[in-house]
């Protein structure tokens, strides 16, 4: 049929013609002609049917108009990627359009979805969900190459120079590490009745990582008959703990620039991990560690009996944890023998003090000259041993990284001389080591004198040297360098927030997300959800952001439960477990 011909039909049979007119393109599908847009030509066809087709065209023309609102200005440029991240983002592009993409790709809703609203009233996280929905291509990675400073973001040099002002690449991965931690609490309440022979599900955020075992805590005291009420899994004493997972992902490894071996232990969650909590005499570990005992210079290294028996005691149904760890991590070294390796040991609270300990024991019994570099990532941890340990940690060459938020009760117990140090603020600390060793050395010239003239010692002199050596072997001492944080900066949270939302572990993410330097305030571009935050602290957020985060999100209702769960606890503490 020719373009130019003119079809005379019945009134029974219509037959459009193709039109010359230039074919325009949909806004509704890229890559897709509109050749209905054409109004088509028909000869002797009934005024029903002529008048149809004319609405027909008036509607489209209409909804082009609609849908042709301003384009926004264009998003600034992502940050820069490692190379090899920009070349795959660049093939998947091409990729996708060789297959035509996915038609709502080609949607322009910038005059539909909002592309801006304030900070009061919507998560920031919320709009670039509704845009990953709705989108088919794969989302690239936000984080930024780290291959050729991974070491210093590991704590080879203790972290100097990265935390006043945070880095951005650490802060990244200080979350990342905190999010794994969130995953073994949340596998845990999933069913926490499950004996060490079950399978457990763990559904990791980050894919490129691999569960290759779980681990088990045992408590060495028996369940007392008062907790006989309780549910099953609150009295045993074996409970699942955290898990053991390996980097598994070639684009990942390129990124990080090795392949890292995670150790994720959540905080206390039964009866028993309650009661080895309140265990705070301080038993010694050299005669127990596997370099044979050797006592340190500064006294013997101890720490909490509570942390100890829950790292050490077995049972027949599970190993204890130090045997598992180890045993897990020295068989991953086998497989992966010859590649670059680095382990990193992550927990909250009571997982806090059992990453320490999981740590110090890695570097020993899985040290040598080619033994990767071992780090802990601690959220909210308590002390762990006196002073003697945490100079024992720091001397194998276990980097520790504490994340403490100031009004956290947790992290100022147990121990009654509490000694305060900071081992590895290096600065402080060496200078006062520097002046007490002076001032040691100048009383035993004094005591040398004394007994070579046959003289009594002073009283004083005597006195500070019992002091001294209490505090050595009895008053406990922080491990590892320290990132502070301060639940009363955050924007959203009560400034007399409760213990209870202080020691939460997704608070700690959201002020680590939102922490710039101890000099500066909140930053306003933090980019972490407070969904999860408003959801489990309702309570301790400030009631504005909680009303009009919960109605942002699709949630009006949960705010008048919210309220009256919040009449009904009666001042009640939330789990610091709850995830």
């Not at 897709?32 to 109004?39: K, Q």
């Not at 309780?230 to 090795?258: T, Y």
């Not at 942390?307 to 050490?312: C, I, M, Q």
Request: hydrophobic residues 35%; glycine residues 8%; charged residues 25%.
């Amino acid at each position: 049929m020719h373009a130019g011909a003119t079809v005379t039909a019945t009134p029974r049979h219509v037959s459009p013609m193709k039109s010359t007119a230039p074919v325009g393109r949909s806004p509704l599908g890229s890559g897709r002609t509109r050749a209905a847009a054409a109004a088509p030509t028909i000869t002797n066809a009934p005024p029903s049917i002529a008048t149809a087709a004319n609405n027909t065209s008036a509607h489209i023309a209409n909804l082009e108009r609609l849908l042709k609102r301003p384009s926004p200005p264009p998003n600034p440029p992502p940050p820069p990627l490692h190379h090899v991240e920009r070349r795959e983002e660049e093939d998947a592009h091409r990729g996708s359009e060789r297959r035509g993409g996915f038609h709502v790709n080609g949607l322009n809703l910038s005059g539909i979805v909002p592309t801006t609203k304030n900070v009061e009233d919507m998560s920031p996280r919320t709009l670039g969900m509704i845009q990953r929905l709705i989108t088919g291509t794969p989302r690239p990675s936000p984080r930024s190459g780290i291959a050729r400073r991974w070491r210093d973001l590991h704590g080879a040099k203790d972290w100097s120079g990265l935390l006043e002002p945070l880095d951005q690449d650490l802060r990244r991965e200080i979350i990342r590490y905190g999010e794994f931690v969130q995953v073994a609490y949340h596998a845990f309440h999933s069913d926490a009745a499950k004996r060490p022979s079950d399978p457990r599900h763990v559904a990791l955020p980050d894919r490129s990582y691999r569960v290759t075992r779980g681990l088990y805590a045992t408590s060495s005291i028996e369940a007392p008959r008062w907790v006989d009420g309780m549910a099953p899994w609150m009295r045993q004493r074996s409970s699942w703990i955290g898990f053991v997972a390996v980097c598994d992902s070639d684009r990942e490894i390129q990124r990080m620039g090795r392949r890292d071996i995670v150790i994720a232990l959540r905080g206390t969650a039964t009866a028993l991990e309650w009661a080895e909590n309140f265990r705070a005499n301080l038993v010694s570990v050299s005669e127990n560690s596997a370099d044979g005992g050797k006592v340190e210079a500064s006294g013997e290294p101890k720490v909490e009996c509570g942390f100890w028996s829950l790292f050490t005691t077995g049972s027949k149904r599970a190993p204890s944890l130090c045997d598992m760890v180890v045993e897990e991590v020295q068989r991953l070294m086998k497989v992966y023998k010859g590649e670059q390796l680095s382990i990193t040991v992550t927990g909250h609270s009571l997982g806090a003090a059992l990453a320490v300990l999981v740590a110090d024991e890695l570097r020993v019994r899985s040290g040598g000259p080619d033994a990767p570099p071992v780090a802990v990532f601690s959220f909210g941890g308590p002390h762990v041993g006196n002073r003697a340990f945490a100079e024992r940690v720091r001397t194998r060459g276990v980097k520790v990284l504490r994340v403490v938020n100031e009004r956290d009760v947790i992290t100022k117990v147990p121990g009654v001389f509490a000694g305060q140090q900071k081992v590895a603020e290096e600065e402080r600390e060496r200078e006062k080591e520097k002046e007490e060793d002076s001032r040691r050395e100048v009383i035993r010239q004094r005591w040398r004198r004394a007994a070579a003239e046959g003289k009594r010692v002073r009283l004083t002199d005597r006195w500070w040297d019992t002091v001294e050596r209490a505090m050595r072997a009895w008053g406990y001492a922080h491990v590892g360098s320290e990132l502070r944080v301060d639940s009363r900066q955050s924007p959203y949270l009560k400034p007399d927030a409760d213990p209870g939302c202080c020691h939460d572990l997704e608070a700690y993410l959201h002020l680590v997300d939102g922490f710039l330097s101890s000099t500066c305030p909140f930053r306003a571009n933090a980019k972490r959800s407070i969904a999860k935050l408003v959801t489990q602290q309702g309570s301790n957020i400030k009631k504005h952001y909680t009303s009009n985060a919960l109605a942002a999100l699709g949630m009006e209702h949960a705010a008048s439960l919210d309220a009256a769960l919040r009449d009904s606890c009666n001042g009640c503490l939330p789990s610091p477990s709850s995830s």
